[in-house]
């Protein structure tokens, strides 16, 4: 059984966003369109689904035309410890280049680093790790 899995609707750019995600974070990805599964509910070359699976696993399609695209609002999607301190700053870097730092990533008192950003998408991420990660 795995975990809860984020699933980010998108307003009509669901390719661009998960081939991004998939350029960042590495892993498996595959879409599918409407046309692909043979659905008339949305326009033929749109994303009906797309899995990326790898240190970081999201789903992620075109919103439909009565559902709302990703608009995120009190909460964030946390990458802690997700992957070594390296990665996760290389990860929260790229992320800025075209987002929007609402936290730097930076050490805290209780010996933890972490920082916010929200991506050029509008998705936001919590990334940090323990002070032991980046000793090791």
Same mark, same amino acid.
């Given at each position: 059984m795995t975990g809860t899995t984020?699933? =980010?609707l998108f307003p009509g750019n669901a390719a661009e966003a998960m081939e991004f995600y998939r350029d960042l974070f590495g892993g498996e990805l595959e879409m599918h369109s409407y046309a692909d599964f043979g659905r008339g509910d949305g326009p033929g070359d749109a994303i009906a689904h797309a899995t990326l699976e790898g240190p970081v696993r999201l789903f992620g399609s075109d919103a439909g035309p009565d559902e709302d695209a =990703?608009?995120?609002s009190g909460m964030f999607l946390a990458l802690l410890g997700a992957a070594d301190p390296a990665a996760l700053r290389? $990860?929260?870097e790229t992320l800025a280049a075209t987002g929007r730092v609402?936290?730097? =990533?930076?050490?805290?008192? $209780? @010996?933890a680093s972490d920082g916010q950003v929200v991506d050029r998408y509008g998705v936001r991420w919590l990334i @940090?790790?323990?002070a032991e990660a980046e000793e090791s």
């Open positions: 984020p699933y =980010l =990703l608009h995120m290389r $990860w929260f609402l936290d730097p =990533l930076q050490d805290r008192p $209780w @010996g @940090g790790y323990e």
